[in-house]
């Protein structure tokens, strides 16, 4: 599978990123082993620095944890956490800029319901 990468955000953080949303999407789930530095860089012909970077990343934050001799795995109860995260970090960030969408176009509530209704 070939990864598209935006050229305004390092390929690492784009990569955390994705694992945070599997995570969350329950692609990954808690308990699982991440695919090994070696596997994600062959698959995206990336650099094995850039995915260690990443998983580095997620270890900090403590969303895995490292099993000596087997690998990270995702920890236990971070799916909630990162849930209740991302629904700050979507409220306080994109949601205003949503709501200023919203009204400069004087849409309605009704209108909002009726096409989210309609994409189901």
């Given amino acids: 599978m070939k990864q598209m990468w935006s050229s305004d955000t390092p390929i690492y953080i784009q990569l955390y990123h994705q694992v945070i949303q599997?995570?969350?999407d329950g692609h990954i789930q808690e308990g699982e082993a991440l695919p090994s530095v070696r596997n994600v860089a062959?698959?995206?012909q990336?650099?094995?620095v850039t995915i260690?970077?990443?998983y580095q990343m997620l270890q900090d934050e403590v969303v895995v944890e490292?099993?000596?001799g087997k690998g990270l795995f995702v920890?236990?109860?971070v799916q909630t956490i990162l849930l209740t995260r991302e629904r700050e970090t979507f409220v306080k960030n994109e949601w205003p800029k949503i709501t200023r969408k919203i009204e400069s176009l004087q849409l309605s509530v009704e209108e909002l319901l009726s096409a989210y209704k309609e994409r189901k």
């Fill in 42 to 44: 062959a698959e995206y």
């Fill in 52 to 54: 260690s970077k990443a």
């Fill in 66 to 68: 490292k099993q000596r």
């Fill in 22 to 24: 599997r995570i969350l």
């Fill in 75 to 77: 920890k236990q109860g």
């Fill in 46 to 48: 990336l650099n094995p």
